[in-house]
């Protein structure tokens, strides 16, 4: 069955840094999707995007948030410098469309704790 | 904010069913109701979603009202990796896709 990859599983980074997170979406899924979870919280949506462009974001994703369809198949969500409270559970998703009877299918998340 | 009501909490016996209520009162005509679970801070796992008839699928049974105000999810034989926590979702229709995620109900199996 196909299935949403991320990587790497955790990332250790020191405030300040650039980080990249990685996804490989399901092969004939045309629209993306980044959501974070910090420890305790409720899942949160950051960014959704589609032909190439942001479709929709929220307030939380701000300047120092990109994100990029680099190639074919990969995915990244990228953070200029991070700070402590980065510290969060980083879900990809996928879907085939954006209508509201689709599927999206999460990743297995990154973990990324920042120091 | 989630559109959606749910208990905090509940447990379950290993074997049996599962019921997992939800309110969603305020549920436009053309809005989904999505289910969610996540186990143990995995990615949220894809259950179930329904319009107005019941649904199933070799995972749960989702039973919605007439007035579509509540759903139920129903696990038919809970197993121990059940636990988890179960989100309700009603799906906004001019979102570009996203889903707003609640605090969801902590499921406990217990054996």
């Known amino acids: 069955e196909p299935e949403v990859t991320q990587t790497p599983s955790h990332q250790v980074t020191q405030m300040g840094q650039e980080v990249i997170l990685r996804c490989v979406p399901i092969?004939?899924?045309?629209?993306f999707y980044w959501y974070r979870q910090i420890l305790g919280q409720k899942v949160e949506f950051l960014v959704s995007?589609?032909?190439?462009?942001?479709?929709?974001k929220s307030e939380i994703f701000d300047d120092q948030f990109s994100v990029e369809r680099p190639d074919g198949s990969n995915f990244t969500l990228k953070i200029r410098s991070t700070k402590l409270e980065d510290s969060a559970m980083y879900f990809c998703?996928?879907?085939?469309?954006?209508?509201?009877?689709?599927?999206?299918?999460f990743g297995p998340g990154t973990r990324l704790t920042v120091l | 904010d989630a559109k959606t009501t749910q208990p905090p909490s509940m447990d379950c016996a290993e074997g049996r069913a599962a019921n997992l209520p939800c309110n969603h009162s305020?549920?436009?005509?053309?809005?989904?109701v999505y289910w969610y679970r996540q186990i143990h801070s995995q990615g949220p796992q894809y259950i179930i979603h329904g319009l107005k008839n019941n649904e199933t699928n070799e995972m749960a049974s989702l039973i919605i009202t007439e007035d579509r105000k509540s759903s139920t999810l129903i696990l038919p034989h809970a197993t121990l990796r059940d636990t988890a926590v179960y989100y309700c979702?009603?799906?906004?229709?001019?979102?570009?896709?996203?889903?707003?995620f609640g605090a969801g109900t902590q499921v406990v199996v217990t054996p």
């Open positions: 092969s004939n899924h045309l629209y």
């Open positions: 995007f589609y032909n190439n462009e942001i479709s929709e």
């Open positions: 979702i009603v799906r906004v229709t001019d979102s570009w896709g996203k889903f707003q």
């Open positions: 305020t549920i436009s005509g053309n809005e989904y």
């Open positions: 998703a996928s879907s085939a469309l954006a209508t509201s009877t689709d599927t999206q299918y």
